[in-house]
């Protein structure tokens, strides 16, 4: 499967934006994991869905700020982050697993990355 995300920009504090990460094949048989990677860091887990899209699991950091999503019919994962801060800043990748999965350990496909500014 091949995954394009987008979304990104540059928002001011408290903002909000809406990534979106469209695959090539039906959603229904993958699992979905949003990352993040900021300039000096390591890449982390923001937001995971199960293949059958009954589950969700967030990052710590993420304290109820972001929704995971999918829509089926689209073949797209969205991730809807609001009260964004500075320290949200970081180029954000979609990434999938093909079978039943929620939040697997690792991911086989990636999408090349959206980038997020969270800057006044």
């Known amino acids: 499967v091949q995954l394009q995300a987008s979304g990104g920009g540059l928002v001011q504090p408290g903002g909000s934006l809406k990534l979106s990460c469209v695959a090539s094949k039906s959603l229904k048989y993958y699992a979905i994991g949003w990352f993040r990677q900021a300039p000096g860091k390591e890449r982390e887990a923001v937001s995971c869905?199960?293949?059958?899209?009954?589950?969700?699991r967030y990052g710590d950091f993420v304290s109820g700020r972001f929704t995971i999503s999918r829509d089926i019919a689209k073949n797209t994962v969205y991730l809807e982050m609001n009260s964004l801060k500075p320290e949200d800043t970081a180029v954000y990748y979609c990434a999938a697993r093909d079978g039943t999965w929620f939040c697997p350990d690792y991911y086989t496909y990636w999408g090349q990355g959206t980038q997020v500014t969270v800057s006044s």
């Open positions: 869905i199960s293949t059958n899209g009954d589950n969700t």
